[in-house]
């Protein structure tokens, strides 16, 4: 298997896959800022932006089979470790400047309207006209520079940037089109050279060609956004409409747990309100999420883990919240809650205990040997990898057992490490190697 990469090589990519196939099977574990069809070969080439995006995609499909339009597709590792600028141009289509952009909004968690296009390209230059439709490939938009130099500034600063964090990622082309033609001024279509356009009530746009202008903004609620981070489809167990948010834990360790472990816990699986433990049932706690899905991911991964030599039970319980009182701790304005940002990405990270715990916000001049001496209490350590990324130091720690790690990541998530706050999440590697970053 070749050595990890940013580069992902995709075999058995038959002529009925489109482009637009590729990003969907791998935007939801990070941008995608390169992609290259080899058409004659029946593959292609998809860069990432870093190597733990495309590691993230590559460990998911190690368990799912990839399929597009019913045909299995199969990656690896490629053994490039970039694409140059001539090799993506290769594409063909969507590479001979033009002042008018064809841009797909890939990962739409959030409605994009024609004035958040507007505030988005108008940064580089003149914006005359644009035309928003709703096609196969998903929600599009035709953008009408004034420049041509506008048009080509604009792709290359925006092209695989996100409008929103975590989601709303641009894929931008040059379209072939010469002019725009806009007979309305209104939430799906703008002509700003003319103000004075009418504004079209209902029914179908008259951009013959453009698509379906007339078909409501996606609004995509949480469940899409956690199938989309899972690959496009909920994990198996995860049926997307739960609304019941509060769970009831139980087979506790009375004696070592408390209301800020259990939030460690239960917030790798979204954000936490608020956590009781019961006082007649020493062994029972309640954990209220902030929705249904998110409680949904919670039970479906703890069901069963073991936390301080117990096997818990997980399940929803009858109560639709918790009551706030003197015995009930908040937590629903904590600012170590994990879903506040980038919830998208932390969906992708959602998994069951493993061996494995990954550090972050580190300090710099952290040392391998400080890490271990902060978490050996809890196993017995196997393996550790400090790197950096982005600049900011990270580890990867892996224990003997999943136990080991769970008690490790429950008792120091969020605890002092050199002065820094750390924290600790579950990472679905199976093993450190020497360039596992």
Do not use: W
């Amino acid at each position: 298997m070749a050595e990890p990469s940013k580069v992902i090589h995709v075999r058995n990519v038959g002529h009925e896959i489109s482009e637009n196939d590729l990003l969907q099977l791998f935007q939801p574990f990070g941008v995608i800022t390169k992609l290259v069809m080899l058409r004659a070969k029946n593959q292609a080439l998809l860069q990432m932006q870093d190597v733990p995006s495309a590691m993230a995609a590559l460990q998911y499909y190690t368990n799912v089979q990839p399929s597009i339009r019913g045909r299995n597709v199969y990656v690896q590792f490629s053994s490039h470790q970039e694409l140059t600028t001539m090799d993506q141009n290769t594409q063909g289509r969507g590479d001979e400047p033009n002042r008018i952009l064809l841009v797909t909004i890939h990962h739409m968690l959030y409605p994009i309207t024609v004035e958040v296009l507007h505030q988005v390209f108008t940064t580089h230059g003149f914006v005359e006209k644009i035309v928003t439709f709703q096609k196969s490939a998903g929600f599009q938009a035709l953008i009408q520079y004034q420049l041509r130099q506008s048009a080509v500034v604009a792709r290359t600063s925006l092209q695989g940037r996100n409008i929103y964090d975590g989601c709303c990622q641009l894929d931008i082309q040059f379209s072939n089109l010469d002019e725009l033609q806009v007979n309305y001024n209104n939430e799906r279509s703008r002509d700003f050279t003319n103000p004075n356009l009418p504004s079209e009530q209902k029914g179908r746009s008259s951009q013959s060609g453009y698509g379906d202008a007339g078909v409501p903004f996606p609004q995509m609620a949480n469940a899409a956004a956690i199938a989309a981070a899972f690959g496009g489809s909920l994990p198996p167990g995860i049926s997307g409409t739960n609304e019941r948010c509060t769970i009831l834990v139980s087979n506790l360790n009375s004696d070592r747990i408390d209301e800020d472990k259990l939030f460690n816990m239960f917030s790798l699986y979204g954000n936490i309100i608020r956590i009781k433990l019961l006082r007649n049932k020493p062994d029972h706690a309640l954990v209220q999420m902030a929705d249904g899905f998110q409680a949904e991911l919670a039970v479906h991964f703890l069901k069963g883990a073991i936390l301080f030599g117990k096997r818990l039970e997980v399940n929803f319980s009858k109560h639709q919240n918790i009551t706030q009182g003197a015995d009930t701790h908040e937590y629903i304005n904590s600012n170590l809650n994990r879903f506040n940002r980038n919830a998208a990405k932390n969906y992708r990270y959602c998994c069951s205990p493993t061996k494995m715990i990954h550090l972050s916000t580190l300090p710099q001049d952290v040392t391998e040997e400080e890490i271990v001496s902060h978490l050996e209490e809890h196993g017995t350590i196997v393996n550790t990898k400090l790197f950096e990324m982005n600049g900011k130091k990270q580890a990867l720690v892996m224990f003997e057992t999943e136990e080991q790690a769970t008690e490790a990541l429950v008792c120091k998530h969020a605890s002092s490490l050199g002065g820094s706050i750390i924290r600790i999440s579950f990472s679905q590697l199976q093993s450190i190697r020497e360039n596992s970053q």
